[in-house]
């Protein structure tokens, strides 16, 4: 059990603090108020997804019932929560005859399918067009496995996958394991005997869990939710199946007409059914609606197909069921699936299909992705040709190869995937060796030709050409003009796309030859947009150390680094000769940080890229330098007005960094006023008083003095 828990649950007796009364010498009695306060709160915790109180109070009240039953075997039963950790070991499961056979249900794959089966419906309850449209059930498809529990005078006693739909195997001991079924049932129940309908399956974050689990216990994965529930279920030792996390989703009930009620009416509908269930104690699909006529189920399939990623649990389709139980049995059957009943399917989320190569993608932050190109396969309702394969460390846990018959997974929108490999149906060589060897991770980019990095401990690799790799192009440059880097005023998204597909910018330095007519050619760009572009740009030529190294886009170095940085160093040479250890040394800056440091500064492009910054007239040593040499040491500066270049941010950063205070207004103690366009009040006072009054370029002047 997990720790969120429900702070609403109902108000406690005073007798003692879990609300038991004193039960004197009758453990009996202890056994069972015990019983039923853990039922009450395994309901509450697996059924309801809403505990009643902390894991360790369940714990506490577990560990005191064992010890009772310990200290009384003879008042141990079977359907006391202590007995769902799993029983000794079968050698075979038992065969169970269905009394009631589990039906087998027909699949619609389509909207006139769909149609179809509501005219044959129509037709088998002789309606006609005049008469009103038919009440549906829906709900979703689990796609778990169907299993039928027999209760019998409200215990259960005997539970059976479907099999053939005639004869199962008796899972009794591994579904006792699991807490959403009920071992016995309330009063609202029924006595004698009838059967509840559902499906076994595992959620999606109890799936990830457990192959997180198997991983590091080195057993294998499961390939999916269903596969590892199926797999559970099928253990002949229970107590494997109580460590997995399996729920019971019930969804129909069988022979109940053979039962007698004693204060309640049986269920007129399928609704009416699963409603009851639900006060039974059994969990049943939330996502549940009755509508009417075909639109009602298609519509209903259009919203069940949009919540599906969200769901908890995988569905593989959508269920209608004629709703009134009495026109179920008018409409009866035939050959083995009942006439009533359809299963409206999801297009399928895996089909298979082969490798014809293995091509390595660069995407826009460098990540380096093995791609499979397959053979056009239709899956998750479209025609697949290519699919991921997540990383090399991934291909390797997978052993796909070149020429391998693959399962290929396309769920919703999300990228299709390669999921497993089929490793008999393999080509080999005449020697029965496989005929490709398995794919490494190649050491230079395929785009840039810069080196491809593996830093340890993770399963991407990345190209470390950022600035000069065209995958990266785009995403280097938008980072490159960003706010907090160069700051380039309307080199936005947009229009980096554009500079980029006219072929007008391959790399930073292209943006300072840029010409107003070259970006006024550019489409939706006027006269005035593309002259104030040109104006940002060269703007951004007299930038500080601490940008231009943020700008750079190295890798694992964000802001806050780039200035730390800029401080250390005072200058990009000393930045770039520095090894490892001088690296380390500065604060914050460990072996990952220094490592992308030196691998970037390693390569060749990168080098060039600066290069080429600085020859089309960007700078930013002097500035730094001079800003670092405590030159405005005890001086107090107010800034005013918009100065031509600098930011205030960056004019306020470059007093600081040589060693002065930035105020906000003039007195008598400021020691001179940085003014730029409409500066105002403070101007006029700072003249009043005989203070100096700089403009930006007498500022700078003085910083590099
Ligand atoms: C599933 N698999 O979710 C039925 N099912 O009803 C639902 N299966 C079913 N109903 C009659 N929701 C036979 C099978």
Redesign the pocket.
């Known amino acids: 059990m997990q720790d969120a828990f429900n702070f609403d649950a109902p108000p406690q007796q005073p007798a003692s603090a879990d609300g038991r009364k004193p039960m004197g010498d009758d453990p009996a009695a202890a056994i069972q108020q015990l019983r039923q306060l853990l039922e009450r709160y395994a309901h509450a915790y697996y059924v309801c997804d809403a505990p009643e109180v902390p894991d360790a109070e369940y714990d506490r009240l577990y560990r005191e019932l064992e010890a009772l039953e310990a200290a009384h075997p003879a008042l141990v039963t079977d359907d006391s929560p202590t007995q769902r950790i799993g029983a000794p070991p079968l050698s075979a499961f038992e065969q169970v005859l269905h009394r009631v056979p589990m ?1 087998s ?1 027909n699949n619609a794959f389509s909207a006139e399918e769909v149609e179809a089966f509501d005219q044959r419906c129509r037709d088998g309850l002789g309606l006609s067009i005049g008469d009103s449209p038919i009440d549906y059930a829906c ?4 796609d778990g496995l ?1 299993i039928s529990l027999v209760y019998q005078d409200r215990r259960f006693v005997q539970g059976a996958t479907r099999g053939d739909g005639t004869t199962g195997e008796d899972v009794t001991l591994n579904l006792r394991t699991i807490h959403s079924i009920p071992l016995h049932l309330s009063a609202k129940a029924p006595i004698g005997r009838f059967e509840v309908r559902g ?1 076994v399956l595992i959620r999606r974050e109890d799936f990830a869990r457990l192959n997180a689990d198997q991983e590091a216990a080195g057993e294998k994965r499961f390939a999916n939710p269903r596969n590892a529930a199926a797999g559970s279920l099928r253990q002949l030792d229970s107590a494997i199946t109580a460590s997995r996390p399996l729920t019971f989703f019930a ?2 009930i069988a022979g109940l007409e053979a039962v007698s009620f004693t204060d309640a009416s049986l269920p007129t509908t399928q609704s009416d059914i699963l409603s009851w269930l639900a006060t039974l104690g059994f969990r049943v699909a939330e996502t549940r609606a009755v509508v009417s006529g075909a639109p009602g189920l298609l519509a209903y399939y259009d919203q069940m197909a949009q919540k599906r990623p969200g769901l908890a649990y995988d569905i593989d389709g959508v ?1 209608y ?1 004629v709703n009134r139980l009495d026109q179920q049995v008018r409409l009866g059957f035939v050959s083995r699936a009942p006439r009533f ?1 359809i299963a409206h399917k999801f297009p399928a989320e895996e089909a298979l299909s082969r490798v014809l190569e293995i091509a390595v993608q660069i995407g826009r932050t460098g990540a380096v992705t093995p791609v499979a190109r397959l053979e056009p396969i239709f899956v998750g309702g479209v025609t697949v040709t290519n699919a991921t394969l997540h990383n090399f460390i991934e291909i390797a846990r997978k052993d796909i190869r070149v020429g391998d018959t693959v399962v290929v997974r396309r769920a919703g929108d999300v990228i299709p995937e390669v999921v497993s490999s089929l490793p008999d149906r393999r080509p080999l060589d005449e020697h029965g060796q496989p005929l490709y060897a398995l794919m490494r991770c190649p050491e230079i980019c395929p785009e840039c030709g810069s080196h491809v990095e593996l830093p340890p401990d993770e399963a991407v690799a990345r190209c470390t050409g950022g600035l000069v790799c065209p995958a990266q192009r785009k995403q280097a440059l938008k980072h490159y003009a960003s706010r907090r880097a160069m700051d380039i005023e309307g080199l936005g998204e947009k229009v980096v796309d554009q500079l980029v597909e006219a072929g007008l910018v391959h790399s930073p330095a292209d943006l300072y030859g840029l010409t107003v007519s070259q970006l006024a050619a550019l489409d939706r760009f006027a006269e005035k947009s593309a002259e104030n572009l040109v104006v940002a740009i060269r703007r951004s030529c007299n930038t500080r150390l601490e940008r231009l190294i943020y700008a750079l886009g190295i890798r694992n170095v964000g802001e806050q680094t780039a200035k730390d940085l800029a401080r250390h160093f005072g200058s990009l040479d000393s930045l770039m000769s520095a090894d490892l250890d001088r690296l380390m040394q500065v604060p914050d800056v460990g072996p990952v940080v220094a490592d992308s440091i030196m691998a970037f500064f390693a390569e060749a492009h990168n080098r060039e890229v600066i290069e080429r910054l600085r020859n089309a007239g960007v700078h930013w040593e002097d500035v730094a330098l001079a800003a670092s040499s405590g030159l405005l040491n005890g001086k107090t500066v107010v800034l005013t007005g918009t100065l031509p270049t600098l930011t205030r941010e960056d004019a306020k950063a470059l007093v600081e960094a040589a060693g002065g205070k930035v105020a906000g207004s003039v007195s008598a103690k400021t020691s001179f006023v940085v003014a730029g366009d409409a500066a105002g009040a403070k101007l006029e006072k700072a003249q009043s008083l005989g203070i100096e009054i700089l403009d930006e370029a007498t500022f700078l002047q003085r910083l590099q003095s």
């Open positions: 039906l249900i709900e979703p498809k689990f169907a499906e969804y129909g269920v069921k009943v």
